[in-house]
């Protein structure tokens, strides 16, 4: 698949960064004419993405939070999410829906929501130096009759 555009940013791992992360990706992918759905499905998996940089990754302290954005050939956006944090020790434990790595204050939906909402999820984490979640994205093309 080739790129056709690429958008990148990094923002403190701080709450009210969640809604811009969000807003600024959800503005980018409007290129490809997405439904309402379709654009609401990528704000809510951005949230849950950057969401788990700013509550796991980073816990207690404050560090950066990177994300690039591409627009392909095939229609689809592809939305990388990384951060330097504390990383994940099980990825396929972590994927499971309830499961969190601190215990009953979170719910631990964020990547069962990530992966119902968009076409590919993937994680790749090591511990102590970070994780990159890859969220893929189809858009349907809609034909004006």
């Avoid at 056709?4 to 809604?19: G, L, T």
């Avoid at 816990?59 to 990388?80: F, H, P, Q, V």
């Avoid at 204050?105 to 590919?120: I, N, P, Y």
């Amino acid at each position: 698949m080739k790129v056709i555009n690429k958008f990148s940013m990094n923002m403190v791992s701080c709450s009210a960064n969640e809604s811009f992360a969000r807003a600024a990706i959800s503005a980018f992918a409007l290129q490809l004419d997405p439904t309402i759905e379709e654009i609401s499905d990528i704000k809510t998996a951005v949230s849950e993405a950057v969401t788990n940089c700013i509550v796991h990754a980073y816990r207690e302290a404050t560090g950066k939070i990177y994300i690039t954005a591409e627009i392909l050939d095939n229609s689809s956006i592809r939305i990388r999410i990384k951060d330097r944090g504390c990383g994940i020790a099980d990825v396929n434990k972590a994927m499971e829906p309830l499961y969190s790595s601190i215990g009953d204050e979170r719910a631990g939906l964020g990547f069962s929501v990530m992966q119902t909402f968009m076409d590919k999820l993937t994680v790749r984490s090591k511990l102590d130096v970070g994780t990159t979640v890859t969220l893929v994205k189809h858009i349907s093309p809609r034909f004006v009759k």
